[in-house]
């Protein structure tokens, strides 16, 4: 057997403010420091996105995430460094040929119903992904190298793959892979539309949900297994946590300066100031960008995108650079790689190759034939724009994405007369274009999982974008495919950087920038962090409220 793990005591524990980046006054700071955390109280936090389902195995919105792991819980939990420390499972161990893992399973554990986690619980939530495909199908592709789960007893179960698979225990620190109640699986409910027929063994209940309104979670009494690397075991400090749903950024800066919500994220650029080094708020900057960047991914088997000479030019025809800056205001950073810059994968020599070149990609259109204008300045061949349609769900756009989108458009036409047209879609309707592999160009971050899994994910043969897509690139798909088979390690990262050259080269991805969270707080709460696995905030567990002189 090989990479055992055991129990361990993790320090500096990835969930403290240790993981993030916080900036308030020197007072706020020392009053932090020496405060000692309290049980009870209700925190509201203003949040910029409802989720649209809130099943962690039905959901494929990264934002929805860090609200679900209020609930669900994990085999294993992913640490800042990327390795891995016990959870639901108190150990684990992999066959010499990568095909079995083996978990040995805490036994004190339960739902919040009463129901037992057990062996035969992963395997009721593994099969229920696998059966349910097509309402599953973001979770079911962390489990598509998956052979069979078997429950050898109540505290040890193998999953078993089909082949290797080296991004493996980065899909089981998940939210997507953690686990619902057998009950709840078997009911009739409806567990997008969460409330209390969504049943985990988290640190809080799903009691109540108002569509359009808040979502509201109070605290399970017999929560005793927090990972190895929280700040404290036993159940969570707040008796109850409330998310409003607050999608306006001026609406969320407005409620937290008027003392109706206690906690923000999503705080733009321009109304950072409010909170930073102001006294009675803190400023949180956290992780957002370990994993993927915020990219254009471009549909390279449609037509216009099907010629390499209009993707390089939709690629070099604008200023990342100026464009991220401008609108950002130097929170984050341009993209290069669609990998993370805080990822040990990421492509590093990719750096300064590309973007900004626009006589370039005027000389690669007019090679490619698109030599007229039309009365709007767009270029045009054979009586046709030269259109590439961003389709963008509605319930994914934050981050003052959209503004980005349509500022890389007034860019394009100007600079090489391309029309890059913003279409807002439903969730829906982005599914039916990936199923008949009819989709033009997808801008997305990778909900936080290993770069093979990503790489796979977004450009490999049977991801979510590409599954549909018949004439995919051979070569890259089988360069992809390797990477998952083989072992964590130099050769790895290697074949990972390589893939990442070729997808920039080829254009098949447009790297924008590397997304960052942004929270802020009153001076009055404590224990805001950020979890890797989420590549996001943290769940309410380890949030307390220090109620001195607050009636």
């Not at 609406?251 to 102001?278: M, Y």
Request: hydrophobic share 40%; with cysteine; net charge negative.
């Amino acid at each position: 057997m090989r990479h055992a793990a055991t129990a361990l005591v993790v320090l500096g524990a990835v969930v403290s403010l240790a993981a993030c980046k916080q900036s308030n006054s020197a007072q706020t700071a020392q009053q932090s420091a020496a405060a000692k955390p309290v049980s009870g109280g209700t925190l509201t936090w203003g949040v910029t996105t409802e989720p649209a389902c809130f099943d962690p195995h039905r959901s494929s919105q990264q934002n929805a995430f860090w609200v679900i792991r209020n609930y669900v819980d994990s085999l294993i939990y992913k640490q800042r460094d990327g390795s891995y420390s016990p959870w639901l499972a108190k150990s684990w161990s992999v066959s010499d040929d990568g095909k079995t893992y083996t978990f040995n399973l805490r036994d004190d554990v339960h739902f919040s119903d009463g129901t037992p986690f057990d062996a035969q619980a992963v395997k009721a939530n593994f099969d229920y992904i696998i059966a349910n495909v097509a309402t599953t199908a973001s979770s079911a592709a962390l489990l598509a190298r998956l052979d069979h789960v078997e429950a050898v007893s109540p505290s040890v179960v193998h999953i078993v793959l089909k082949q290797a698979d080296s991004t493996l225990l980065a899909s089981l620190s998940s939210v997507s892979l953690g686990f619902i109640s057998p009950k709840a699986l078997a009911s009739n409910h409806d567990l997008c539309a969460g409330g209390p027929g969504i049943v985990g063994t988290g640190p809080f209940v799903f009691s109540a949900y108002q569509r359009g309104q808040s979502a509201t979670f109070t605290r399970n009494p017999d929560y005793r297994w927090a990972p190895a690397a929280a700040q404290h075991q036993g159940p969570a400090w707040l008796d109850k946590v409330v998310y409003r749903f607050l999608p306006e950024a001026s609406v969320r800066t407005g409620a937290l300066s008027s003392g109706q919500v206690d906690l923000i994220e999503g705080v733009q650029p321009t109304d950072a100031s409010v909170f930073d080094h102001v006294d009675g708020f803190q400023f949180f900057t956290g992780p957002s960008a370990a994993t993927t960047s915020f990219t254009l991914n471009v549909n390279y088997t449609v037509w216009p995108t099907d010629d390499v000479r209009v993707r390089r030019a939709l690629r070099d025809g604008f200023d990342v650079d100026g464009i991220v800056k401008g609108i950002y205001l130097g929170t984050v950073g341009r993209a290069w790689s669609n990998i993370g810059p805080d990822n040990p994968d990421y492509a590093k020599s990719l750096q300064g190759s590309w973007g900004n070149k626009t006589a370039e990609a005027n000389h690669l259109l007019d090679e490619a034939g698109w030599t007229t204008r039309d009365s709007d300045g767009f270029r045009m061949k054979d009586g046709k724009r030269l259109t590439i349609e961003v389709g963008y769900p509605q319930p994914y756009v934050r981050d003052s994405r959209d503004v980005l989108i349509h500022s890389i458009q007034s860019a394009l036409r100007q600079n090489v007369g391309l029309d890059l047209r913003l279409r807002f879609t439903t969730a829906g309707e982005f599914e039916n274009q990936k199923q008949t592999g009819r989709w033009s160009a997808y801008p997305n971050t990778e909900n936080a999982s290993d770069a093979a899994f990503e790489l796979w994910d977004n450009l490999g043969d049977a991801g979510f974008l590409y599954r549909a897509v018949t004439a995919r690139d051979a070569i890259l798909a089988g360069k992809i495919n390797e990477a998952r088979r083989l072992p964590v390690g130099e050769q790895r990262r290697k074949l990972l950087a390589e893939i990442q050259q070729y997808a920039v080269e080829q254009a098949y991805v447009v790297p924008l920038y590397t997304p960052q969270y942004h929270l802020a707080a009153k001076a009055s709460v404590h224990g805001v962090g950020f979890e890797p696995s989420l590549d996001g905030p943290s769940s309410a567990y380890e949030l307390w409220i220090d109620r001195q002189g607050v009636s």
